[in-house]
């Protein structure tokens, strides 16, 4: 069973795949990893994939591994271990992050991987709406095309690589992408994009945590349907205050890395990830 790359051909089977693993068919996230990364698969001899990997890199600093899916019917055989060692001898000496399920973990951690941090996923309808606190000498509004330098720059010091380029096409596919401005200059960032009839809000990069709330609460307003927020449990008032607003608060994904032992980039400054897929 030969593993090779995936293109966006194989996105009918890609989905099918995760489907039969009890994950959602989540087209537009498998397609934003597949159009800014790389993807492997192994063609089940049955006909469709019997596993895949994706790999998202950023620059030479960084690699996201997400994706990882083995079909039911191929499971136990070292197929999972084979994707795995595949993306990371493509990636080679990068710190390498990525957020494991319960199943994957003994197999991460057997390759090296060890855990660096969590993240809480806040899922469900809005029950009541935010309200929007005032910083002083601080203004949110919209985010333009003309703020990319200053969002990326910002984004590359809280995250600890650059994604200017998964920035640019959340930017394009967001309902609303906001800065916060101080003096004229980006001290915060946050998107809001559609995935599979549901609305993720992040990346949120803030320099203060008020910043990032208020930030969230022009994010969050008036968002109908399901909502996800996955944010580090560092942040307790923003997860607290998250949840007042009926988000349900699941157990933590611990997020795992190879080679280094502490995450990189100022984490104090990333308040909710743009999604575990992509680190």
Known sequence: MRIRRLTLDDMPACLTLA?????????????????????????????????TVLVTPYGREAASIGMMVVSPSHGRQGLGRRLMEHALEHIGPLPTLLFATDQGRPLYEKLGFVQVGEVVKHLGRLTRQPEEA?????????????????????DAEAFGAPRRELLQALHRLAYRALVAERDGRVVGHGLAWPNLGSTMVGPLVAREEPIARSLAARLLRGLEGT??????????????????????RHVPAPMMQLHGTRAPGRREHLHAIAAQALG
Not at 25 to 45: N, Q, S, T, Y
Not at 134 to 154: C, F, K, P, W
């Open 227 to 248: 909502v996800r927020v996955d944010i580090p449990p560092r942040f307790t008032g923003l997860s607290e205050w998250v949840a007042g607003l009926g988000l349900e």
């Open 134 to 154: 005032a910083v002083a000498d601080m203004r949110v509004r919209a985010m333009t095309r003309e703020d990319l330098d200053a969002v990326a720059a910002l």
């Open 19 to 51: 489907v039969k693993r009890d994950w959602p068919p989540e087209e537009l996230k498998w397609r934003l990893i597949l159009e800014l990364g790389i993807g492997f698969g192994v063609d089940a001899p049955e006909g469709g994939l019997a596993g």
